[in-house]
Nanobody, 121 residues
């Protein structure tokens, strides 16, 4: 099996910065896309940013230019650097990884446990 472990959330003032990390471990043969999603209270989960194995990135329009997704393929880790945070960025942030496992080369999307990010003065 594969586990995703997140860290880095917390409380920050508007205009501040946070960096989220998500490390994948377990029966990993390769990792394809890695992504960050978020879910605010009373809203559906939405994709925030995605990075392919080759490093191509894609962002939610409302975070483009403020958030940066990156990955370290040797460490099987994805990061989300969030700058110029706004109250509307408040949500639980989840990482997701599209993993090909060593178990019969099965492919599945795994999720992290979620990390609260609160932007408030």
């Amino acid at each position: 099996q594969v586990q995703l472990s997140e860290s880095g959330g917390g409380l920050v003032q508007p205009g501040g910065s946070l960096r989220l990390s998500c490390a994948a471990s377990g029966s990993i043969l390769s990792i394809n896309d890695m992504s960050w999603y978020r879910q605010a209270p009373g809203k559906q989960r939405e994709p925030v940013a995605t990075i392919t194995s080759g490093g191509t990135t894609n962002y939610l329009s409302s975070v483009n230019g403020r958030f940066t997704i990156s990955r370290d393929n040797e460490k099987n880790t994805v990061y989300l650097l969030m700058n110029s945070l706004k109250p509307e960025d408040t949500a639980i942030y989840y990482c997701a990884a599209d993993v090909t496992t060593t178990l019969w080369r099965s492919r599945e999307v795994y999720w992290g446990q979620g990390n609260q990010v609160t932007v408030s003065s």
